[in-house]
């Protein structure tokens, strides 16, 4: 018995004995126990509500970005509608705009031809709404636009059968 701690008389001494693989056993105190429990309850009752808080900061954040991008096109409008009611400005936007002329002026219209014709560029305008139109269109409509359209063909495909009476 000399190889065990010896104990104050009238203190007691609590703790869990499991049963190790090399048959040596292994002991855990009851206070480490505790301690160790009580640490997880407090992560468990605080985890939840830090989460909640960190998420309204970042809500936070994006509100006043999207206040702060509000504000500055709120003063670009602004400065713009300075700019409208200064009625030089106005002129020169409906030269160039509009291409109005003041009594007794010539305008001279120049067109670039790598720039392209206005039918060209026409075109090209039908080509993109089209394609955005293709892309904003869900899948399964576009299919059954195809097996609709397929319905209504006027061309008809040879069939074997065909194939065989014309090589007679």
Do not use: H
């Amino acid at each position: 018995m000399s190889g065990e701690p010896r104990l104050k008389a009238g203190s007691t001494r609590r703790s869990l004995v499991f049963g190790g693989a090399s048959g040596k056993p292994k002991t855990l105190s009851l206070r480490a126990l505790a301690i160790a429990l009580s640490i997880m309850g407090a992560i468990i009752l605080v985890a939840p509500t830090l989460s909640s808080y960190l998420d309204q900061q970042q809500q936070l954040r994006d509100v006043n970005a999207s206040v702060d991008e509000a504000q500055a096109r709120i003063r670009a409008l602004e400065s713009e509608a300075l700019l409208w009611s200064d009625d030089e400005y106005v002129t020169a936007q409906a030269r160039e705009r509009l291409g109005y002329v003041k009594p007794g002026q010539i305008l001279y219209m120049v067109n670039d031809p790598e720039a392209g014709t206005a039918e060209d560029e026409r075109e090209a305008l039908e080509v993109e709404l089209e394609y955005n139109r293709r892309a904003a269109t869900p899948w399964f409509t576009t299919m059954w636009d195809s097996v609709t359209v397929a319905g209504y063909s006027s061309g008809e495909a040879d069939t074997p059968a065909d194939e065989k009476e014309d090589s007679k």
